[in-house]
């Protein structure tokens, strides 16, 4: 870790090269901070410590250090990692140092969950045992599909899936740092490594479950001789065929692809919160649900369902210029569009295009492609996408191919969760491994109200309930009838 020494007066004498030097000019002291790995510990900066400046608020807290503001993390580093790289600006992204494009083409989502959680690609029998124990740990135990079964048959697959996982944790005690220990996945790892193969395992049952309360019909069994993604098909599409009914193998392959390339981005907002979550050393299962609720939303893992609605709201080619106004003008987000690393083409979207004519020659073409490839077209010729550099992200493709292969809108971000989980597990485990795992707690900046004395009701000024200050958020949930009465 990066030290910082400080000194009262900044001197001309010859710094170490890969450090900064920064002067508080408050105070005139100055610090050198060692840069490791292009990077300076914040808590460098909490050595700039001042007195009050005259009128100065005390909730600034000048005399406890200065503070790096960073709302949404858009420069600051949560964590060293091994996992994964992007280059934004060249486009580029790798896993343990095999290329995304590699490792689309010629690995599968099984290996390359092993990748990432383990750091090495698994020899021959290494890989044989991984999948054998993943297909293996399918079964949701009867309790739990009892309670899935319950959900309402319009749940967003989502909510369904997040729920599952929750209560999981409740199904495995003996997994439970809160009844076993809090140092449980500090000392046991061949616990934690049972933790792995179940989430992996279950994940693609209870997702297949999620769609099946919504068509109404009873769950499939998994079935442990087919492959991660072929099971999947399997317990989604199973009716009344014979047992020795398979999916397409073709639309199989395409979704492992997909698989593939969803499995990890290093610090997401998902990944971020697995993180964060589990510093807590709460169980797996709790993570996995609370970082599966941060990617359902439609800034992040549910964009794939939105760009669909998206193009049909469009509807047709001619409107594309029409709709493009609209986003400049800030009416409309282009969703599938932009990212916060990359700025350049995401390189999965590449490979998702040739998946998406894999997945056509065999389901027919999508309609909704030539609005997607008119809009993209245009954007991309477009001063306001070009300046911004806004380019097609993962979501931008994803979501066409998932609806040509008959999977429902609301479906799509399940099929983002399921191989992230690859990535979400990875970092936990390389949290816990590390031997560092402090819990996460970000500071503030506080600009509220400074102190002042508690009034009691009966001596406060009368306020309409309707006051647009303070309360204007009561409005919109008091019903009519409630605020007649008042
Ligand atoms: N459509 C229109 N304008 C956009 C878009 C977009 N999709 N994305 C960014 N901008 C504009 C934004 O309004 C801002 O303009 P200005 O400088 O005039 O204020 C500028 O570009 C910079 O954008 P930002 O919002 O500061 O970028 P961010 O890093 O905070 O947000 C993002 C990244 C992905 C949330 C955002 O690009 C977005 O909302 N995209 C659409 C949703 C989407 O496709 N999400 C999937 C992300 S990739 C898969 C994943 O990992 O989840």
Known sequence: MAIATASAVPTSVLKPKNSITVIDNRTGKSIDIEITNNSIPATAFSQLKAPYADGERPENDTQYGLRILDPSFINTAMIQSEITYIDGNKGFLMHRGYPIDQLAEKSSYLETAYLLIYGELPSKSQLDLWSWEIMHHTFVADDLQQMIRQMRYDSHPMSVFIS???????????????????DLYITNKPLMNKQIV?????????AAMAYRIRINRPFTPPRSDLSYTENLLYMMDHMAEPNSYRPDPR????????????????????????????????????????????????????????VIRMLAKIGSVENVPDFLERVKQKKELLFGFGHRVYRETDPRSKVIREVAEMVFEVCGREPLIEVAIALKDAALKDEYFTSRKLFPNVDYWSGLIYKAMGFPLDFFPVLFVVPRLAG????????????????????????????RDYIPVEAREERPITDKNGLNAIPHYISKRRLTKI
Not at 198 to 206: D, Q, Y
Not at 431 to 442: A, E, H, V, W, Y
Request: proline residues 4%; positive net charge.
């Open 164 to 182: 599952a996982f929750s209560a999981m944790s409740a199904f495995a005690p003996e997994a439970n740092p809160a009844l076993q220990g809090s």
């Open 424 to 451: 979400y597990l990875a970092h936990w485990k390389q949290q816990l491994d590390s031997g560092k795992n402090k819990i996460s707690r970000p500071r503030q900046v506080y600009v509220g109200k400074g102190r």
């Open 251 to 306: 639309l199989a392959k395409a979704l492992d692809i997909l698989f593939v390339l969803h499995a990890d981005h290093e610090m997401n907002c998902s990944t971020s919160t697995m993180v964060h979550v589990g510093s807590s050393l709460v169980d797996p299962y709790s993570c996995v649900a609370a970082a599966s609720a941060a990617l359902y939303g439609p800034l992040h893992g549910g964009a794939n369902e939105a």
């Open 198 to 206: 179940r989430i992996l395992g279950k994940a693609t049952t209870v």
